[in-house]
Every structure is written in C-alpha cells, then in structure tokens.
C-alpha cells in the first residue's frame, strides 16, 4: 500500500482521454516521506487547470502489464538507504531491471530524481530507471531533472517543460507552474509527557527516551512507523554565524513576503548542520570564490567536504560579506529528522515514545551537535510542546500473531523492536521472539534493560542475545553471535521466521554479510543461491532491514 495516499490517486489503472490531445499521461511516483507523492499530486492539480487529465499512481499500486501501452509516462522517484530505490519503487525498480522487462519503443518518459547531495549515491534511483527506460527503447520526453533537498523549484521546471512541450507551448506561450506548499501526511502537536536517559552518565553515548502526549482522537501508528520532527538549530552556531557575518538581533530581511529578523530564521527556519551541493553552488554565484570553485568541479572533494561540513565552515572557508538577505535565500529550508516509534498504541493509546541519540562529533577541529537530537535532548523539557509528522513504514510490520520473529538491532536500533514486543504483548500474539542486541558496555549502555530482562523472564521473548562491543578487549557485535547461533537461524527461518534488522547502516552491511556466511556453510549452497534466497525473503516480506 503506498505510504501517501492523495485524493488524486486512482487506485485502479485507467486510461483517460485528454480532451484537445487524445493521449493518456500516467504520473508514477515513489518515494517514502511524501516529497514524490507531494509532486505528483501538485502535477495532477496543475495539468488539470491546462485540460490534462493524467492518472496519478503510487508505483507500488501500478500493473505492470501496463507498462506496454503507456504512451506517456513521467515519474517522480527518490532515492532512500545508499543509492536504493524505496520500498515503494523497489517492484517497479526490479521489473524494469529484470529478464522479462518489456520492449517500450511507444514510450514517452521523463524522471524527477530526487535526492540529497550529501549522498553518495545522488538521485540513483531515479538515473537509473532514466536510462534503463532509455535502454528499452523509450524515447525521453523531458531531460532527466535532478533534485536536491530543496526540490521545488527545480520539481516546478521540469512539470512546466512537459506541459509546455506537450501543449506545444514553446512558441509564445510558456507557462511556469507553480506548486503548493507541502502538506505533510498526518501530523500532530504533541507534548513531552517524559523524558530520561537511558545510559548512564559513564557512557560515552547519550541516549534519552521521549514520552510524548496527545489527545488527538484520530491518533494512532503501527508497530514499525517513525516520526519526522523539524529540529530548532543549536543557538551556539546561530550566534557564531551572525558574529561572523556581522549580523545582529535587529537584521530583518524578507523571508516568504514576510519581515522576519535573520536570528529567528537562522535559528528555526534554515538548515544549518547540514550542507547541500546546491547550497554551495548558489553561494559560489554570489561570492565567485576561485577555491570554492575548484572545489565544486572536483566532486568527490565535494562530497568529502559535504559529509561533515556546516554552514558555519563554508562561511569561514570561503568568506564573503554576504547580506544576510542573500544568505536566508540560498541556505536550504531545515530538513525534518526522522526517529523510530519504540512504543506501542495499544500499550499506551496516546503517546508516542522515542529513543534519540546525541549527535556529538568534531570536525575540521571543532565540536559540534546534531541539530534535531539536541533540540530533542537539550531543547525539549517536561510539558514543551512539538509538532510531529507520523511516517508509515509499510516495509517493518510485525507479521501474523503466530510466526517467529528474529529481530537484530544495534544502539538506537532497538527502537522498533521495543514497539514490536510491547504490541505483541498487548495482542498476546503467541510467535516466538528472538532479539539479538549490541551496544558498547553493558554497565552504562544496556537500553531498556529492565524492559527486557523482564520480556525474558515472563516468556514473551524466547531468546535474548547481547553483544557489547567493548567490554572485551576484541570487538564483539550482533554479527558474532549470529555466527555462534547460526543453527537456531537457519532453524528459525525454516520454521517462516521474519527477519528485521534496524541500525547503523555500517551494522546493517556486516549482518548481511554474515547472514549470507551462514546460510551458505549450514545449507551447503554456493553464494547465488543464498542470495536468491535472500531476495527471496524480501519478496515475500520476511527479511525487513531500517538502515540509517
Ligand atoms: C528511518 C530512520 C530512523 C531513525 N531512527 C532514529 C532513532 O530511533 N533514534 C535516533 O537517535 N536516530 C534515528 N535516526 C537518525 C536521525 O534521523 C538523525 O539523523 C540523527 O538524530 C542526527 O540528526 P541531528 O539533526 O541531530 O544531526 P545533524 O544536525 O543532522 O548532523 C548530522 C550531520 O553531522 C555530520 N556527522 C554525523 N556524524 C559525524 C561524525 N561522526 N563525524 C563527522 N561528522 C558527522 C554529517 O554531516 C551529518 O549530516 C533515524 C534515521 C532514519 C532515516
Ligand atoms: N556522530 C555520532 O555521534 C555518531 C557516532 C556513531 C554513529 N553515529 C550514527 O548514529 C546512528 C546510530 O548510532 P547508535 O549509537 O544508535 O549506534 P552505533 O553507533 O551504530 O553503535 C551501537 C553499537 O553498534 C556497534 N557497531 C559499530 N559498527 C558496527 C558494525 N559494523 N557491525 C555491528 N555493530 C557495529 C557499536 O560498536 P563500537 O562503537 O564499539 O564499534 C556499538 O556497540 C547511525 O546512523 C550511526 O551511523 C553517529
Ligand atoms: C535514510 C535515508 C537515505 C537516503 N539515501 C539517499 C541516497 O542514497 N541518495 C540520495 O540522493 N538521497 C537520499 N536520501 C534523500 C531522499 O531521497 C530525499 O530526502 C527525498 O526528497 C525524499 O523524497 P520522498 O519523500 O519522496 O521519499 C535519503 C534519505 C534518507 C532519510
């Protein structure tokens, strides 16, 4: 089911006319936070107005037996995990990478990739599905747009090209559309009813549990989803940056046909922590820097520079007396984080419980903190109230009541499975529950201890399985005990046991990497066949994976 379900969606494929131009647009979208749905369904109200009547459709909704006899079809795909479609164009991804992909020299096609440039893998998905829709044999309509986080505009060019070219209104009559504001799927206000520290003052972690209240009569998740939250910058780099610039408490400039002064945008409106590729290049066009232009022509220096630099270093690196005007306009909207649900609705109807970690690093020689989990850690007190964005996670659901559950999480990756187990509680589902937990020490990281020993002791998790990195000279993850129990897993995924795997992406890359060890040496099957059966497992949605 798709994750944003517009009024505009058709749930059944259906070709319409289009009065003045006989031929049928489908608008296919794919995404996971609402972003390509957003563009889709904005194109949908915009053609519209032009006499076009296209079909909108999720990927995830879409026959592909179809596919053969569209003459137009403009997809708006992002990209999740590193350079993955998302759950929700994962078929659609495969079938036109797969054996049977049909032949399509009758298409018309045009992709909006969005992405995040601080990705590694920027917009893959949709470049891919670009030229694979190229490789067989249809014709591009529409140059492939790519989209970084701030993706309006670029989103507005490429939807105006396609009604300009499809109503041939290059000559003259050029339109440029504009789309609405983004309305986020179910959000609700919602207030910190809790919050304490779930490792000890010891830890080298910081780690708090969140409980958040609402009395919103529609409010409920599932077991799986996340919320995304919209953080308040750290006011230490908002000051360091009007220092810097020479801004003060009384620069004001426009910002959305509004005066705002800088301080308030800087502090709740722009993004701060973290940088985008577009964001450097709109700043090179306006200080014409020769070291920030070498530095944008050689991208994988950029990329470098964009994995741990903030809006601080890049005034600082590049200096420019830019007016605090200009800068509100080419920094990025702040990004929305998104954070696991640990609880259950039908354990506590009208909370929602987190489990946030402190960002804390350095680099290029200085300290910094996350943006969104030190507005959560440090921010929020007892009885603050915060805006919360539920997001479906359609790919992480418990399956039926009676299957056996292997759940392998590291850190904050223990998350869901938190959620997982108080619900199966709460519905006294009687599968069988495996949960394999790392974390550094056992003395001042062991999350939810309590909790969890107590799941043990009355049954309802049948094997609990802890791996602390460090309280041993070698490094001792979730992957090793994998590798000690690799009998019971086998045993267990015979039985129809669903797998889930929730952490660091790092974590995510080693477990499978002994996932696929295992089910070779045990089934005696060379790599091929485990990695068959692996995909396997994903299609019938018992192997679950939440990397981030
Ligand atoms: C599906 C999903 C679920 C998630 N669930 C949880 C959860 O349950 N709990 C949780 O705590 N988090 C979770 N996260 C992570 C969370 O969304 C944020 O990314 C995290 O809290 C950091 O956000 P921040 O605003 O504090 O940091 P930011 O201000 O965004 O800072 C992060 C930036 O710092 C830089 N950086 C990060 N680490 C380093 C480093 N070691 N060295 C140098 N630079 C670095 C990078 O540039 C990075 O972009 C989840 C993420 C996803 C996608
Ligand atoms: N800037 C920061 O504060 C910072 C630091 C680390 C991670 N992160 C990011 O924060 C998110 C979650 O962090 P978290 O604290 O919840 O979890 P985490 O940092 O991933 O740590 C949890 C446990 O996982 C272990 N681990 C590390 N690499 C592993 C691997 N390849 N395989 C298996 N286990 C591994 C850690 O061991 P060891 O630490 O002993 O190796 C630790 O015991 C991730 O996205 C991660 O990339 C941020
Ligand atoms: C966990 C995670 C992984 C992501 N991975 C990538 C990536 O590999 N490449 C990229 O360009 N963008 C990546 N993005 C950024 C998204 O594609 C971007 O935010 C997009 O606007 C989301 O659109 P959607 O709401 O339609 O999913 C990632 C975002 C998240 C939260």
């Not at 009395?215 to 996340?226: I, L, Q, R, V």
């Not at 070698?474 to 000690?484: D, I, R, T």
Request: include cysteine; proline fraction near 3%; glycine fraction near 6%.
């Amino acid at each position: 089911m798709g994750q944003y379900i517009y009024k505009n969606q058709i749930q059944s494929f259906s070709f319409q006319n289009v009065k003045g131009f006989a031929s049928p647009i489908t608008i296919l979208y794919g995404g996971k936070t609402g972003n390509s749905a957003f563009i889709a369904n904005e194109i949908y109200t915009e053609f519209k107005k032009y006499e076009l009547d296209p079909t909108v459709i999720s990927m995830d909704q879409y026959d592909f037996s179809n596919l053969e006899d569209e003459k137009y079809l403009f997809i708006v795909v992002s990209t999740r995990g590193e350079g993955d479609p998302p759950g929700q164009a994962k078929a659609f991804y495969k079938h036109l990478f797969g054996k049977n992909a049909p032949k399509l020299p009758n298409l018309n096609y045009s992709v909006c990739a969005l992405g995040d440039s601080t990705y590694q893998f920027f917009c893959q998905t949709g470049k891919d599905i670009d030229r694979q829709l190229e490789k067989l044999g249809a014709s591009r309509y529409v140059s492939l747009v790519t989209c970084d986080l701030a993706y309006k505009s670029k989103s507005e060019f490429w939807a105006s090209s396609l009604l300009n070219k499809f109503q041939n209104r290059l000559n003259g009559d050029v339109v440029n559309l504009k789309f609405g504001t983004h309305s986020l799927g179910p959000t609700y206000t919602v207030n910190v009813k809790d919050k304490y520290r779930l490792t000890s003052e010891e830890s080298l972690s910081e780690i708090s549990h969140l409980v958040l209240h609402t009395d919103h009569p529609d409010f409920t998740y599932k077991a799986g989803d996340s919320v995304s939250i919209k953080p308040k910058n750290p006011y230490s780099l908002v000051v360091k940056i009007m220092i810097k610039q020479g801004y003060s408490h009384e620069t004001i400039v426009k910002y959305k046909g509004k005066k705002k002064s800088i301080e308030e945008l800087l502090v709740t409106k722009l993004e701060l922590t973290c940088l985008s590729e577009s964001v450097l290049c709109d700043y090179l066009a306006h200080t014409n820097n020769i070291d920030l232009r070498i530095l944008c022509e050689n991208k994988n220096e950029l990329f470098k520079y964009l994995q741990f630099a903030d809006v601080y270093d890049m005034l600082s690196d590049y200096p420019s007396k830019i007016e605090a005007q200009d800068l509100c306009q080419i920094l990025n909207k702040i990004k929305r984080r998104e954070y696991s649900i640990s609880s259950s609705v039908s354990e506590t109807p009208n909370e929602v419980h987190l489990t946030v970690k402190q960002f804390n690093y350095s680099a290029f020689g200085r300290n910094r903190i996350g943006a969104c989990s030190s507005y959560i850690n440090k921010g929020l007190q007892e009885g603050s109230s915060l805006k919360v964005q539920l997001i479906p996670n359609e790919e992480f659901r418990l399956p039926e009541d009676d299957l056996p559950i292997i759940m392998i999480g590291a850190g904050t990756g223990i998350a869901p499975f938190l959620s997982f187990l108080k619900e199966r509680k709460a519905k006294e589902a009687n599968g069988d529950n495996w949960l394999i937990f790392g974390e550094k020490n056992r003395t001042c990281d062991f999350l939810y201890r309590k909790e969890l020993e107590g799941f043990k002791e009355e049954g309802l998790l049948d094997h609990l399985d802890l791996a602390f990195s460090r309280d041993q000279e070698e490094k001792y993850y979730v992957q090793n005990v994998l590798k000690e129990k690799a009998k019971t897993i086998c045993t267990w995924l015979n039985r129809g046991a669903h797998l889930y795997i929730c952490g660091s992406m790092a974590m995510g890359k080693s477990v499978n990497k002994v996932l696929v060890q295992i089910l070779q040496n045990h089934n005696k099957i060379d790599k091929e066949e485990v990695l068959d059966y692996l995909e396997k497992l994903k299609e019938d949605f018992r192997l679950h994976e939440d990397l981030y």
